[in-house]
Nanobody, 115 residues
Framework: QVQLRESGGGLVRAGESLRLSCAVS????????MAWYRQTPGKQRELVAA???????YYADSVKGRFIISRDNAENTMYLQMNSLKPEDTAVYLC?????????WGQGTQVTVSS
C-alpha cells in the first residue's frame, strides 16, 4: 500500500526557513515524478515544485530561488527546503507522487508564516 507522510510544517516568521519532509512507503526510486503542492482556503491547489526520478526539477515562479526540492534514496524521503519565507507562503503543503502511473497524495502539513 502506497503511503506518503509529510512532516516539518509549523509557524515561523517572515524571512525564516523550514524543511518539509515526505516519507514514502517502499523504495523512493520506484516512484516517478514527485511534487509539492500547496492549498489555501478558496484557492486552487498550486504546484510549488516537482522532481523527476532523473533529478530534473521544476519550480513555480513564486518560489524560484527560495525553495529547493530534493529526493534522498537512502532515506526514501523527498524534501522541500523553504528559505526566505513570506506570509504569502502560508498554506497546507501536500506531497504528491506518481507510482506506476497512479497519483498518490499525503495528508498535508500546515505552514504558517507571520509578518
Amino acid at each position: 500500500q502506497v503511503q506518503l507522510r509529510e512532516s516539518g510544517g509549523g509557524l515561523v516568521r517572515a524571512g525564516e526557513s523550514l524543511r518539509l519532509s515526505c516519507a514514502v512507503s517502499g523504495r523512493i526510486d520506484e516512484y516517478n515524478a514527485m511534487a509539492w503542492y500547496r492549498q489555501t482556503p478558496g484557492k486552487q491547489r498550486e504546484l510549488v515544485a516537482a522532481i523527476a526520478g532523473s533529478g530534473y526539477d521544476y519550480y513555480a515562479d513564486s518560489v524560484k530561488g527560495r525553495f529547493i526540492i530534493s529526493r534522498d534514496n537512502a532515506e526514501n524521503t523527498m524534501y522541500l527546503q523553504m528559505n526566505s519565507l513570506k506570509p504569502e507562503d502560508t498554506a497546507v503543503y501536500l506531497c504528491n507522487a506518481d507510482y506506476y502511473e497512479v497519483a498518490y497524495w499525503g495528508q498535508g502539513t500546515q505552514v504558517t508564516v507571520s509578518s
